[in-house]
């Protein structure tokens, strides 16, 4: 970490307790933690080393991609690989044991007449659109459907599940529309005992009074990413990503002086700015340019100027600070606090994407 101007520190220690917190509640339903896009930008591989060593029950990843970096890292737990996929796609998918998501017949006889050509059999999982409308067979096909995959000598039937398209919003109708569909369609087709039904996500454990089905699937959550106050329930989960960078340049500049690309801001007095080697390219919005705060010496200060895509400017007049001084983008310093939640709402987006945006040109310390 003292190599690094700029870093993604990552709480492993909280992350199991978050991770235990949710285990007692879910009960006798498994644990399937949701670790597409970088494991929300946590990083893939360690926490999914922790969530194995935690003794999770399920991963999802979006890719086939994500499934075979999680299989090449010795990650042997359960993985579903949530995404659609091609037909080219399909002998790796068999190969490296992921569970593949059927949302048509179409894709299930891609997957059929694959296996018979190589005498293969392969774990999949019925995905039902209730109501997203992205990817997902309707309730009615569904029937048929799951019956052709059991029919068929060469599946395996891992799953059935559906996804919430409004959960976010308690109370919005298409919640309990979106179940009773499920609801039905569960009760109609009878499915084995073996099989793993699952719908619950985040917004529907905090908010719902659910059945929560044979499995949970969780993304934010695990990570104290909520965009909600935590229910009592899950008070002591918290988040474990911060953001952080070092001072690297010290300046005072002038009354009425343009600062950055395009002099969006322009210094009202003599103004001390410090520089900070962070910026767009490393997923840091530059949404945030003349709105955004860091935290220096435990004190807000405000950016000023646009963000660039590897540094940005900050005024410290209110303050004080050293080259080499650690700035807080994301997280806690002493007794001040930016969330993710602060940043979504700065950038008019949700927490998710903030998390995401950060890529690989950030180093993960997990301490």
């Known amino acids: 970490m003292l190599n690094y101007s700029s870093w993604i520190e990552i709480d492993t220690k909280q992350f199991k307790k978050n991770l235990e917190i949710i285990k007692f509640h879910l009960k006798n339903s498994l644990f399937c933690l949701c670790v597409k896009a970088n494991a929300y930008g946590h990083g893939l591989i360690e926490i999914a080393k922790i969530a194995q ?17 999680l299989r090449e890292a010795n990650i042997d737990l359960p993985i579903l690989v949530l995404g659609t996929f091609h037909e080219n796609q399909i002998q790796d998918l068999i190969k490296y044991d992921l569970e593949i998501t059927i949302s048509s017949f179409f894709k299930a006889k891609l997957v059929k007449d694959f296996c018979e050509k190589k005498s293969l059999k392969c774990k999949v999982h019925l995905k039902v659109d209730t109501g997203m409308k992205r990817i997902g067979v309707n309730p009615i096909t569904a029937i048929s459907l799951y019956k052709y995959l059991k029919g068929e000598g060469c ?13 976010d919003q308690k109370d919005h109708p298409m919640n309990k529309v979106q179940s009773k569909i499920f609801d039905d369609l569960l009760n109609k087709i ?22 929560l089905k044979d499995m949970v699937r969780l993304g934010a959550l695990p990570f104290g990413c909520y965009s909600k106050p935590m229910p009592d329930k899950f008070k002591d989960i918290k988040s474990i990503f911060s953001v952080k960078s070092k001072v690297s340049y ?23 700015v410090v520089t900070i080697p962070i910026g767009y390219g490393d997923g840091y919005s530059r949404s945030l340019s003349n709105i955004g705060k860091v935290l220096i010496r435990g004190k807000k200060h405000p950016i000023i100027g646009t963000i660039c895509m590897d540094q940005f400017m900050v005024d410290i007049t209110e303050g004080s600070a050293y080259i080499g001084d650690e700035v807080v983008l994301v997280g806690r310093q002493q007794t001040q606090e930016i969330t993710i939640q602060d940043i979504a709402s700065l950038c008019k987006t949700i927490s998710y994407e903030v998390l995401c945006a950060f890529n690989e040109r950030l180093p993960r310390v997990y301490i």
């Open 250 to 272: 010290f300046k005072v500049v002038e009354k009425d002086e343009g600062i950055s690309y395009g002099h969006i801001y322009v210094t009202k007095a003599k103004t001390n």
């Open 53 to 69: 060593n935690q003794e999770v029950d399920y991963l999802a990843v979006a890719t086939l991609l994500e499934g075979i970096q």
């Open 190 to 211: 009878k499915p084995d005992r073996s099989i793993i039904c699952h719908m619950v996500n985040t917004a529907a454990l905090c908010d719902f009074a659910i059945d």
């Open 155 to 167: 599946f395996i039937i891992k799953g059935i599940f559906s996804h919430f398209a409004c959960a």
